[in-house]
């Protein structure tokens, strides 16, 4: 195939505008996969992907295509996911693109992870091809939606395409655009090597397989390789092929192709994503760009529920770390859970799939802590300390400030919901900065919030007020001073450092308060006293007392003085005592659960 007939594309949309469902259309449209190989949302190979209706791994897919005048082109799809939990994901698409489909909802019209997602194409130079999706829907407005795209992106109305992926109306033609639109890939297939490695995963009979775009030059079976970042290590490829779904071996990958290659790499660290594949013979050439390093916004720390689990948990963060760049994790002990890793993730959706990645696919049964943020904290004399772990937390004299992390926030909703969003970033100590109203009947909002009080719960919130219409986006701003504490639990005396967290002072007493509710509920009675304590330092503001088990030890007196009752008794009594001295309270794995979903 030549470089010229050769398209390189991604699609980016908004979660839940349709982008699975127009890719399966694409990839039935060229004859990819036979009718009985098809099903809903083929790119979404992850069962978890597919119970959540979302999209969490980018996945590439090489389609044959036979325009109109006869030509035929080498088309790759790289699919990219939706969330703003999962922009890492898109921007290591459009690295390996040269043109990106915009899917827009017909229904619901442009929404902030649409906007965020499109800044990402432009600043990556990409030929944006905008489409409008779901015009079959009864609520559908294309004529209105068509004018939105084409003020944001300068556009004509009529250029923006109609599909229904659901039903393949437009497909042909959105086929025909692809081709005439994007450009083909740039590069030279004559010189050494370099080929970008945008993903990866690790197989256990063949190593760490890196997904690779060819830029320059060609890879081939039998040629040695190294990578940018260790030159010194050399690997004979033993097989090159394209992704079609599943791996197709091939003779060789040339400049603008997208593909895998197989060299027998053993660790899984060596393919790093955003590195060069070089020629062994050609080292000398300049590096790709690569990926900006990714910072983790949210921080947990994960436990194996047994100790026993710990090596393997280490080896499966390892595993998943390959082709989950922007997840980072180092070790950590806890009083209450034994040893673990303190994680770092890009928001609660993603801690969440990746706990759950962590439990299917390495059969591990784990335990995660209440998620934190990155702070800031200035000493006296000057010096500035970053903490993610509560219990790291420095107090007293020697601390002058504590800063926290502050994100500019895009809501978008049904004006409907004004008063209703507006009350929610109140209670979220949100600084109001304006509100546009895109259409006669919908609003954006921009707001600085402090990250800590939208990473747990605040976008389920805000779908429940909004009936699942608003939509967010957040990117961050820096760091602001707040009046932060710290808030420990205590069982009977002794704190439980997993349920530690940093907190504003102003709502430490109804978080305190909340959590010795959840926890007196799913603590299981003991035959003794147990109590829970919510704490600022040495200063309690909540308590909740769990009564213990009792054995009605007078059944057996009957008649005779009431003396020989009270000794029975207060023999019970010390006894009770004793066995709260020496008892350990079994705390539920649910409990943990629990604190991440109080109301």
């Known amino acids: 195939m030549r470089q010229s007939q050769i398209r390189n594309f991604c699609i980016v949309a908004h979660i839940d505008h349709g982008k699975s469902t127009l890719a399966d259309r694409l990839i039935e449209a060229t004859g990819t996969l036979e009718k009985r190989q098809m099903r809903e949302q083929v790119l979404d190979t992850m069962d978890l992907e597919r119970e959540r209706g979302i999209t969490i791994k980018l996945n590439a897919v090489r389609m044959a295509y036979a325009a109109v005048d006869g030509t035929k082109y080498q088309l790759n799809l790289i699919d990219t996911p939706g969330h703003v939990d999962f922009t ?41 091809i905008p489409v409008l999706n779901k015009i079959d829907l009864p609520a559908a407005q294309p004529d209105l939606r068509a004018d939105e795209i084409s003020e944001l992106i300068g556009c004509k109305p009529e250029d923006i395409l109609r599909v229904s992926a659901k039903d393949g109306e437009g497909i042909p033609e959105l086929l025909e655009t692809l081709v005439a639109t994007v450009p083909p890939p740039s590069g030279d297939p004559n010189a050494p090597l370099r080929a970008l490695i945008f993903d990866s995963y690790y197989d256990r009979y063949r190593g760490a397989i890196p997904s690779i775009r060819v830029v320059d030059g060609s890879i081939r079976p039998g040629m040695e390789i190294v990578f940018g970042s260790h030159p010194e290590d050399r690997y004979e490829v033993s097989e090159v092929g394209f992704l079609q779904i599943e791996r197709q071996a091939t003779r060789g990958l040339s400049s603008g192709e997208v593909g895998y290659v197989v060299a027998n790499v053993r660790g899984v660290r060596e393919t790093r994503v955003g590195d060069t594949v070089l020629d062994a013979a050609h080292v000398s050439v300049a590096m790709l760009p690569g990926y900006r390093e990714i910072k983790p916004m949210v921080f947990a720390g994960i436990y194996p529920t047994d100790n026993g689990q710990y090596e393997d948990l280490r080896d499966a963060l390892e595993k998943l770390q390959l082709n989950d760049g922007s997840l980072r994790y180092e070790p950590e002990s806890s009083v209450a859970l034994g040893f673990g890793f303190r994680c770092g993730f890009l928001g ?9 990645r962590l439990e299917r696919e390495f059969n591990l049964d784990l335990i995660a802590t209440v998620p934190t943020v990155e702070y800031h904290v200035y000493r006296t004399n000057g010096e500035m300390e970053i903490i993610e772990n509560p219990t790291k937390l420095p107090t007293g004299t020697t601390v002058d400030r504590v800063e926290e992390p502050f994100v500019k926030t895009r809501i978008t909703c049904p004006a ?17 900065l304006r509100m546009d109203y895109l259409d006669p009947t919908r609003v954006q909002f921009e707001w600085v919030f402090p990250l800590s009080e939208i990473i747990l719960d605040f976008f389920d919130k805000l779908k429940t007020l909004s009936r699942g219409y608003a939509a967010m986006d957040y990117e961050m701003t820096g760091y602001q001073p707040s009046e932060l504490v710290k808030l420990d639990m205590l069982i009977n005396g002794e704190p439980v450092d997993a349920f530690s967290v940093i907190i504003h002072r102003d709502k430490a007493y109804e978080w305190g308060r909340k959590i010795t509710e959840k926890l007196k509920e799913l603590i299981p009675r003991q035959l003794f006293e147990v109590v829970l304590q919510a704490a600022i330092g040495n200063k309690v503001i909540a308590r909740q007392r769990i009564k213990p088990l009792r054995k009605n030890v007078t059944a057996k007196c009957y008649g005779g003085d009431i003396t020989r009752k009270r000794k029975l008794l207060e023999k019970q009594k010390k006894g009770k005592r004793r066995m709260k001295q020496v008892g350990t309270v079994e705390i539920p794995q649910e409990a943990f659960l629990a604190v991440l979903k109080v109301d």
Do not use: P
């Open 88 to 128: 890492y994901e898109v921007s290591r698409s459009l690295a390996a693109c040269e043109g990106a489909v915009l899917v827009v909802d017909a229904s619901q019209g442009i929404q902030a992870q649409t906007i965020s997602n499109l800044f990402l194409a432009l600043d990556a130079n990409l030929e944006i």
């Open 416 to 432: 409907d919901y004004i008063g209703s969003i507006m009350n929610l970033g109140k209670e979220r100590r949100g600084q109001y």
């Open 348 to 356: 609660l959706l993603h801690m969440d799939i990746v706990r759950e």
